[in-house]
Structures are given as structure tokens and as C-alpha cells.
């Protein structure tokens, strides 16, 4: 009798750590080759043959197409330079530069990676529709509410995420350090 | 108390395998992969260009709202495959994916160096199987190789405002992918 009870609570243990592990770890990614500079971080070894068994499984569940290294890199942001996860009611707000790299794109997703429905179709910016300041840095503004210059709206939802893609960027599988590749800051400017 | 903990230990072992069989299995059984969400919206071997993504659909998640896209679901079982991408007005990029989604191959218009980008897929028997002479042709040509028989190739082009996306969509109209007949 104690051997079936032995037996019945290892099984579901196993079932739960084995099953909880991978659900966890293929929706909040691994730090396999994982590039964090400051809130945002990049898997460029996902865009090669290389890719890791995490990012493989990653990409099949959820059916996106990685950008391949000979394209580019993308950035992903879930939470501000404090950690905290970006709340589409809160006033958020990224400044500073960005890598070197001929084009750029930033766009804003829910969780799932579906684009968020607004009022003015606006899902995102490119590095030539972006209003800079003389230095060549750009603020964009990450609001419910309409705000001037670079507005970016979240639609009022409770979780986004942000995703800043480089092409044809000298930014890779090679770049260790934030020196390399200046991200821009997220800040949160304020919360309802 | 020293049972149950033993107990304890093998469920957490057991755990530790589970999890890693299921990441290792879970590309084979995916059935919303890429490939499977492209198969019901385009043919074999031609190049279609895939619906903007809209808050309310997209054919794959995370696809970047800035560029226009067609996919080529290629099938090399017939013969290799010729791919021709005429280069957009920003920047065009023609991205490589095996039947799981994986990136082996990305080119952009740069690195291509031509007014379009013109390339041959084939697999490595297909490859091997090519006659001396033109291996020699071949030089000018770009070849690249597939790991797989079966797989996607993305083509996109930036629109850099918005108001430029149409002619950016028209441009990759011209898109073509299709078996190369004479080899």
C-alpha cells in the first residue's frame, strides 16, 4: 500500500515539476545566449541553426519566425529599467539612442505577441518616422492617453510588451556589453 | 519520514527528465507552428504575400507591423528551387526557415549587392548532384543549402513610413519562387 502511495506521489510530482518547468521556461524564455542590456534583451543565437532546444520549442509553440542574424536583432522588453512589468495604464516613457543600425523598428504587443487595437492605428515606430531631438536621440512616449510628439498607445491594456528590432546592425551572436549596443532607458512617469 | 523524503527525490528527478523530453519533442507535435499556420493560406512553391498583421488577426505572432510580407512555403522534393526578390524602395531582407521554424539562412539587399536578389535553394544531395560546369557558373550564383526538404522563406520589405506601404507591397508582387526546371 505504501509502495502505490510512494509511486502515485512521486508520479505527480514529476508530472507537475516536469510539465510547470516547461510551461515556464517557454513563456518567460531562458538565459541561454541571452543578451540583457538594461531592460532589454536579445536572443541573437535564436536566428541561427544554433538555436538552443528552448528556443526551438519556443518558436513551434507559438508559431513566430525568429528574425535571422543575417537581418537583424531583436530586442524584447516585458518590465521598465526597474523590473517592473509595463502596465498599459501607467505613462511610460523610453529615451536615449539606440545601436548602430540601418533601419529600426519598435513595436508594441500584448503578451501573446498580437498588435493592440487603438484609435489612431498606431503600433509602432520606424527609425524614419520617429521625431529626434538634435543629438539624434528620441523620447516616445508610451501612454493610454494621447501625448505630443512621439505617442505610442497602449490601448489601456494591463500587459504589453515592447520589441525593438535592428537591421542590418553589426549587433549580434559576438555583443557582450551595453557599451556595444546603447539601448534606450524605460522609465515609468506615472501610475493611475 | 526519510521514505516519503526518497519518495520525494525521485518525483523531483523524474520531473527533471519530463521536462526535458517535452522541450525535445514539443517542435515534432507542434500543430501551430509556422509552417502549419502559412500551409492553409498558400500553395507550394509560389510566392504569396501574407496579410498585414491587424490587432484582431495575423497569420504569426510578433510579425513587425513596418514591413510588408510574402512567404515561399517550398517543397524541394521536385527539384531545386530558383528564387528571385526585386529590392524595395528601404530595405528588403529574404529570410531562410526549416519546416520547425528554425533561422538558417538571412540575407538583405546589401549584402546581396544587386538591384535584386536572386538565389538557389536546394538541399546538400541536390548540391552535390550538380554537374562540374556548374559548379563553375556557379560563382555568381548564391546557393543556398537547406537542411530540410520542406520549409518557409520570408521575404520582407520596410515601408520606413507608413504611407509608403503600398508601393512597398507592390514591389514584392514581383517576388517570384519556383522549381528550377532544367537542373
Known amino acids: 500500500m505504501r509502495l502505490i502511495f510512494g509511486c502515485l506521489l512521486a508520479f505527480v510530482i514529476a508530472a507537475a515539476i516536469g510539465l510547470g518547468m516547461t510551461w515556464l521556461t517557454l513563456s518567460r524564455g531562458t538565459a541561454f545566449g541571452a543578451i540583457p542590456i538594461g531592460a532589454w534583451t536579445a536572443w541573437p543565437k535564436t536566428g541561427t541553426q544554433d538555436a538552443d532546444p528552448y528556443s526551438r520549442a519556443t518558436i513551434a509553440r507559438s508559431g513566430e519566425l525568429p528574425v535571422g542574424s543575417g537581418d537583424g536583432v531583436a530586442f524584447l522588453a516585458r518590465a521598465d529599467d526597474n523590473g517592473k512589468a509595463l502596465d498599459g495604464r501607467c505613462d511610460v516613457l523610453i529615451n536615449g539612442v539606440t545601436p548602430q543600425a540601418r533601419f529600426w523598428t519598435i513595436t508594441l504587443y500584448d503578451s501573446q505577441g498580437q498588435l493592440v487595437a487603438n484609435s489612431i492605428e498606431r503600433h ?19 501612454a493610454p492617453r494621447a501625448r505630443p510628439s512621439n505617442w505610442l498607445p497602449t490601448g489601456g491594456i494591463e500587459n504589453y510588451v515592447l520589441m525593438l528590432r535592428l537591421y542590418d546592425t553589426p549587433v549580434g551572436v559576438a555583443t557582450r556589453a551595453a557599451r556595444e549596443a546603447p539601448m534606450p532607458a524605460i522609465q515609468v512617469r506615472s501610475c493611475p | 519520514m526519510m521514505r516519503w523524503a526518497l519518495w520525494l527525490l525521485a518525483g523531483a528527478l523524474l ?16 500543430t501551430q507552428d509556422a509552417y502549419s499556420r502559412f500551409s492553409t493560406m498558400s500553395e507550394v512553391n509560389t510566392v504569396t504575400p501574407v496579410p498585414p ?50 533561422a538558417y539562412y ?7 549587392g544587386r538591384r535584386a536578389i536572386e538565389l538557389d535553394l536546394m538541399t546538400s544531395a541536390q548540391r552535390s548532384n550538380l554537374p ?22 520570408m521575404v520582407r520589405a520596410l515601408a520606413p513610413e ?15 519562387c519556383r522549381v528550377d526546371v532544367k537542373s
Open chain 2, 106 to 112: 538571412a540575407i538583405n539587399d546589401r549584402a546581396a
Open chain 1, 124 to 142: 509602432g515606430f520606424t527609425s524614419q518616422e520617429i521625431l529626434r531631438h538634435a543629438d539624434g536621440s528620441f523620447e516616445v512616449a508610451v
Open chain 2, 15 to 30: 520531473g527533471g527528465i519530463v521536462h526535458l523530453v517535452t522541450v525535445l519533442i514539443l517542435p515534432a507535435t507542434a
Open chain 2, 132 to 153: 562540374d560546369d556548374e559548379e563553375v557558373t556557379a560563382a555568381d550564383r548564391l546557393i543556398v543549402e537547406s537542411p530540410t526538404s520542406t520549409g518557409l522563406i
Open chain 2, 162 to 176: 507608413a504611407g509608403l506601404m503600398p508601393a512597398v507591397r507592390n514591389a514584392l508582387n514581383a517576388a517570384r
Open chain 2, 53 to 102: 498583421p491587424t490587432p484582431q488577426n495575423a497569420v504569426i505572432p510578433f510579425m513587425d507591423p513596418a514591413f510588408a510580407a510574402a512567404v515561399c512555403r517550398y517543397d524541394l522534393s521536385a527539384g531545386p528551387i530558383k528564387l528571385n526578390v526585386p529590392v524595395s524602395i528601404a530595405y528588403t531582407s529574404v529570410s531562410f526557415y526549416t519546416r520547425r521554424g528554425v
